[in-house]
């Protein structure tokens, strides 16, 4: 269970975080939120969806296309994949709104693991100095969540000028795992053929709202799907042999029929 709790001086002036070891921790996450400044450099590494949740589409990454597992993290919580999303970079750190305000502030997860003692972890990263200040490196962590949260604000009005244009469809997919095919539901791609026959007004738009973007990085991330299959070999290696083995390559073609296969 998470312990998230704001930063603040009278709490964590002794403490101190470690850098992030292992990513343990989003082991069982099948899908991570994405911002569109990352979409681009995520696109060409992991099939990009967009989920429904609450009526309307959020921008994901997929981890696995089956839930509660996360592919891309090993079995001694090693990263397999070449880019890392945003979010898992900030972990431990996150930021919370402040109720009856639009304000958010910087939060840690003290059950994370990596919160110490600043006086027997000297090497550890301290939260504030002696006088109570923001050390530099709280500063920096702080910043980077605003930049991503700024840009999720910005995401959020493109995924929902995709959806209102109509170009967002339900992506079928199948896994195949020992000559067992379940079709697997929940996600959505971008329908090119609706997005190459918009009217001139819909698609000036999207393209004012970035919203083009999204979809392109989203089409260009089909051709990554095969990428499951080849973390699959991979993580069976890595717990038969116990030994570390090169990081997977970024592209991977997509099965004609859309199946990805476990086998």
Known sequence: MANIVIVRPERHANKSWRPLQNYAFAAMHALVPLVGLEAARAAVSM?????????????????????????????????????????????PFSLAPVEGSDKKVLCIDEDSGWVVESDSNPDATKFFEQDGV??????????FLSQVEQSRTATDLAVA?????GVIQPWPLTVEHDKQKTPVTGFHRIDEAALNGLDGETFLKLRKTSA???AYAQLVSLQTIGVFQQLQAIQQNLTQQARPLPSV???????????IKFN
């Open 134 to 143: 923001p050390s530099a490196a709280l500063k920096a962590a702080l910043d």
């Open 249 to 259: 390559s970024s592209l991977f073609p997509m099965d004609e029929g859309g199946t």
């Open 47 to 91: 099939p990009l969806s967009f989920m429904e949740q609450s009526g309307r589409y959020m921008l994901m990454a997929m981890m696995s296309p089956v839930p509660g597992r996360n592919l891309f993290v090993g079995p001694a919580g090693q990263w397999l994949g070449s880019y890392l999303p945003a979010v898992m970079r900030a972990y």
């Open 212 to 214: 083009l973007v999204l």
């Open 161 to 165: 000028a995709l959806a209102e244009a």
